[in-house]
């Protein structure tokens, strides 16, 4: 009878193999990496000299366009995203005003209890301040512009 070998029959060997394997993916992936960023850093600094010149000749125009594009693109921006803001706003109001529950509802609810109650709090003292104060507050300031 043949005896079949398995994988694990010999598990330094698998591990140093492996080891190996890995180690040498590493070090190529890594090198390589590193050629590249090299080439691309080079490439930068060449790049950054011959531009100079250029950049320093016609850097009275370039500033002033460059602030203006600038402020182009961030009003675009802005705008876009008050757009989206405004839209989202329309329909979680859309949502809530047809009965819905969306996001945040309940503490919206929670909000105009708290200030209808204060609302009725304040009523409720403003009478008994009136009231307390002569007698009958509203007849004392009625009488004193006949006199």
């Known amino acids: 009878m043949a005896q079949i070998q398995t994988r694990y029959d010999h598990p330094q ?18 090198g390589s ?6 080439l691309t850093l080079t490439a930068t600094v060449i790049a950054l000299v011959l531009a100079t010149p250029v950049l320093v ?15 182009i693109v961030a009003g675009l921006v802005a ?3 008050f757009g989206v803001v405004a839209s989202f706003v ?5 949502r809530y005003a047809t009965g819905e529950h969306p996001i945040g509802a309940d503490q919206i609810d929670r909000a105009r209890d708290k200030i209808a ?13 009136g009231q307390g104060v002569g007698g009958g507050g ?3 300031v009625k009488g004193g512009q006949g006199i």
């Open 13 to 30: 060997r698998q591990q140093l193999s492996h080891q190996v394997a890995k180690t040498t993916t590493a070090v190529t992936l890594g």
């Open 33 to 38: 990496l590193m050629v590249l960023s090299g």
């Open 57 to 71: 000749l016609f850097s009275p125009v370039l500033v002033p366009a460059a602030f203006t594009v600038f402020l």
């Open 79 to 81: 705008s876009g995203g």
């Open 90 to 94: 329309f329909y979680w109001m859309y």
């Open 117 to 129: 109650h204060a609302a009725h709090d304040v009523k409720e003292k403003a009478e008994q301040y």
């Open 138 to 140: 509203q007849q004392n």
